[in-house]
């Protein structure tokens, strides 16, 4: 193992001891590069087919009502206005109480260790919190309740951007907890090494 992964390794072990305490983003201090470059591309896929409802119905009205002035984010904001951001952000929520409660098992590269899902309780926490928001805003849309709809839809425009960024960490503390840790290799590799030097 080269001297720079040796350096590296050490970071990542002096940021973990120091910030991977904080609920919810502690475990980032476990994710490599890789891990975060995963976790974007498939939450880019994902959001760019659940959120399909919303730009193809602006545009399409967009498309029919030529003759009007309001423009595509005029009509992409009334597909979203009326509390449909909280349907699409307890979509997103669900599976990250599977990603969190389903821990990896131990694997060929590292026997007897199993890795678990970093901040597991803090993000249950907020999961089921966001959901039953959700709901109440929702139950209360259906049935009647008057709603400022501005003050509607900064709600739920925020719920659906913390549902956006708790997916996103689920999914980059998945990445990482399905790799070999590097800190066991490291430790596996300098342990040969002393051992090869007596």
Known sequence: MTNSSHRKIRIQRWLRDKFGWLPLFGGLTRCSGTD???????????LFFSTTTFWLAALLIWLTKKGQVMSYWYHLRTTVENGELT??????????????????????????????F??????????VVLCLL???????????????QS????????????????????TAYRKETLRPDEDWKADEEDFVEQFKKR
């Open 36 to 46: 975060h470059f995963k976790a974007g591309k498939e939450l880019l896929i994902t």
């Open 87 to 116: 349907i699409f952000a307890v979509s997103l929520l669900g599976p990250i109480l599977f990603l969190a409660l389903d821990d990896v098992p131990e694997n060929a590269d590292s026997p007897g260790r199993t890795k678990e």
């Open 134 to 148: 959700c709901g109440a805003l929702y139950a209360g849309i259906k049935v009647g309740t008057d709603f400022e």
């Open 118 to 127: 970093p901040g597991k309780i803090s993000h249950m926490f907020v999961v």
């Open 151 to 170: 003050a509607l839809f900064v709600t739920s425009f925020y719920i659906a951007v913390a549902a956006v960024t708790l997916r996103y960490l689920a």
